[in-house]
Nanobody
Framework: QVQLAESGGGLVQAGGSLRLSCVAS????????MAWYRQVPGKQLELVAT???????TYADSVKSRFSISRDNAKNTMYLQMNSLKVDDTAVYYC???????????????WGQGTQVTVSS
């Protein structure tokens, strides 16, 4: 069973920075893609950023130019550097990993437990 463990969340003032980490219990190069999601209570899960096994990244419009996703394959760790934080960034942030396991495209997905990020005004 693959485990993903997030850390780095906390309370920060608007304009501040945080770096989230997601440590995997297996080689992250085995995943086809990894991502960060976030969720505010009562709202839908929101995709924040993705990174492919080849290193290609994508971002939600709301975080472009402020957040940066990266990975350290040697440490089996994915990061989310969050700068210029806004009150609207307050959410529980989840680590996600996906692997395609069949030629037909069936996937196995893994989720972390989440880490709370709270941005105060």
């Amino acid at each position: 069973q693959v485990q993903l463990a997030e850390s780095g969340g906390g309370l920060v003032q608007a304009g501040g920075s945080l770096r989230l980490s997601c440590v995997a219990s297996r080689r992250i190069l085995s995943f086809d893609a990894m991502a960060w999601y976030r969720q505010v209570p009562g709202k839908q899960l929101e995709l924040v950023a993705t990174i492919s096994s080849g290193g290609r990244t994508t971002y939600a419009d709301s975080v472009k130019s402020r957040f940066s996703i990266s990975r350290d394959n040697a440490k089996n760790t994915m990061y989310l550097q969050m700068n210029s934080l806004k009150v609207d960034d307050t959410a529980v942030y989840y680590c996600y990993a996906r692997k395609v396991v069949t030629i037909e495209g069936a996937q196995v997905e893994h989720w972390g437990q989440g880490t709370q990020v709270t941005v105060s005004s």
